[in-house]
């Protein structure tokens, strides 16, 4: 499937710019409206395009603003709203906010993220998590601390209308993560002019973490080995005739084995560009934070895994595999 949504990145100074606006004008010269958006303002790939339907589009949306407004109207303490827009840093939130919007208005969307690539994508999923987080998070930060205020309140921290306010805005959350792993999406990771392995290999495990579909990798060589196994993906030195229907798609569903109600069970994650010795693992409840080098992303675990502990995992031909065994009963041995 040919992607709308095209996020072109790598390591610093490996070019991300000049192919994310090679590749803008290579859709609009297929007479396609398409829309340019560089996290750097001043050198990405809208100072570089030369096709007059390749559009510079400025992110407009004060994310920060949106966010701290419907926080006000949660009733949420000021230091929870300060910790939790300190998660979103000036550049790439109202970049990321607007791209579902953009889809709307342009056949065609370019993001020049350059070094910020693995940051945008685990990006798009905290801030869902976030906001489905904050409310439990402060009810319960009331009652364990103000409790005379959390009686008075109700049984709910926030109001009818801060509900209203906390649902739109949490659907629009959800619907850029859910974009962001969509078939509709893609990514073309940079790595030419001499740039490090192990850099590269970190983008491409915050894609993999992200479910992001990796497409395609920019390379003046044979240099740049992400892993030794599938999934094979087409290294570029030159734009192809046709690009966009040559990107690879590899899997990158999560999926659940085995029968809960008799025993063990294994959640299964794609995580084909990763060492095995990297990935770090935290549970609690149905939430299981998986770290890989730097990156990190929070899942929400399928509800038959609500009475399930995490006891091991393995990475097997570039598959996350963790176990999970019932929970004993209060009371049994």
């Given at each position: 499937?040919?992607?709308?949504?095209?996020?072109?990145?790598?390591p610093?100074g490996s070019?991300?710019?000049?192919?994310?606006?090679a590749?803008?004008?290579?859709?609009?010269?297929r007479?396609?409206?398409?829309?340019?958006?560089?996290?750097?303002?001043?050198?990405g790939?809208h100072?570089?395009?030369?096709?007059?339907?390749a559009?510079?589009?400025?992110?407009?949306?004060?994310?920060?603003?949106?966010?701290?407004s419907?926080?006000?109207?949660?009733?949420?303490?000021?230091?929870?709203?300060?910790?939790?827009?300190?998660?979103?840093?000036?550049?790439?939130?109202?970049?990321?906010?607007?791209?579902?919007?953009?889809?709307?208005?342009?056949?065609?969307?370019?993001?020049?993220?350059?070094?910020?690539?693995?940051g945008?994508?685990?990006?798009?999923?905290?801030?869902?998590?976030?906001?489905?987080?904050?409310?439990?998070?402060?009810?319960?930060?009331l009652?364990?601390?103000?409790?005379?205020?959390?009686?008075?309140?109700?049984?709910?921290?926030?109001d009818k209308?801060g509900?209203?306010r906390?649902?739109?805005?949490?659907?629009?959350?959800?619907?850029?993560?859910?974009?962001?792993?969509?078939?509709?999406?893609?990514?073309?990771?940079?790595?030419?002019?001499?740039?490090?392995?192990?850099?590269?290999?970190?983008?491409?495990?915050?894609?993999?973490?992200?479910?992001?579909?990796?497409?395609?990798v920019?390379?003046?060589?044979?240099?740049?080995?992400?892993?030794?196994?599938?999934?094979?993906?087409?290294?570029?030195s030159?734009?192809?005739?046709?690009?966009?229907?040559?990107?690879?798609?590899?899997?990158?569903?999560?999926?659940?084995?085995?029968?809960?109600?008799?025993?063990?069970?294994?959640?299964?994650?794609?995580?084909?560009?990763?060492?095995?010795?990297?990935?770090?693992?935290?549970?609690?409840?149905?939430?299981?934070?998986?770290?890989?080098?730097?990156?990190?992303?929070?899942?929400?675990l399928?509800?038959?895994?609500?009475?399930?502990?995490?006891?091991?995992?393995?990475?097997?031909?570039?598959?996350?595999?963790?176990?999970?065994?019932p929970?004993?009963?209060?009371?049994?041995?």
């Open positions: 499937m040919s992607p709308r949504l095209l996020l072109v990145g790598g610093g070019g991300s710019s000049t192919w994310a606006a590749l803008a004008d290579d859709w609009a010269a007479g396609l409206s398409v829309g340019v958006v560089s996290l750097d303002p001043r050198f790939a100072t570089l395009t030369t096709h007059r339907d559009v510079e589009v400025r992110p407009e949306v004060d994310l920060p603003e949106i966010l701290s419907a926080a006000r109207s949660w009733g949420l303490d000021p230091f929870v709203v300060d910790q939790a827009l300190a998660l979103l840093s000036a550049t790439d939130g109202p970049a990321l906010w607007q791209l579902p919007r953009l889809l709307e208005r342009f056949d065609r969307v370019v993001v020049d993220a350059g070094a910020q690539l693995s945008l994508v685990l990006q798009a999923h905290r801030l869902p998590w976030l906001l489905s987080e904050a409310g439990p998070l402060h009810s319960g930060w009652r364990a601390t103000r409790p005379v205020i959390a009686l008075a309140m109700g049984s709910s921290a926030i209308a509900a209203s906390l649902a739109a805005v949490a659907e629009d959350a959800v619907r850029l993560s859910e974009l962001v792993m969509s078939r509709a999406t893609a990514s073309v990771l940079c790595a030419s002019n001499g740039s490090p392995t192990a850099n590269v290999r970190h983008h491409a495990c915050a894609l993999a973490l992200a479910q992001c579909r990796l497409g395609a920019v390379t003046e060589g044979d240099d740049v080995v992400l892993c030794d196994g599938p999934p094979v993906i087409p290294m570029w030159d734009l192809p005739r046709n690009w966009a229907e040559k990107l690879a798609d590899p899997p990158r569903e999560s999926s659940v084995r085995g029968d809960a109600r008799d025993g063990a069970v294994t959640w299964e994650l794609p995580l084909p560009f990763v060492d095995p010795a990297e990935v770090e693992l935290e549970q609690s409840g149905t939430r299981l934070v998986v770290a890989v080098q730097e990156s990190r992303r929070t899942f929400v399928p509800s038959l895994l609500a009475r399930h502990v995490a006891t091991g995992a393995t990475v097997r031909q570039g598959i996350l595999g963790v176990t999970f065994e929970t004993q009963p209060e009371g049994t041995s």
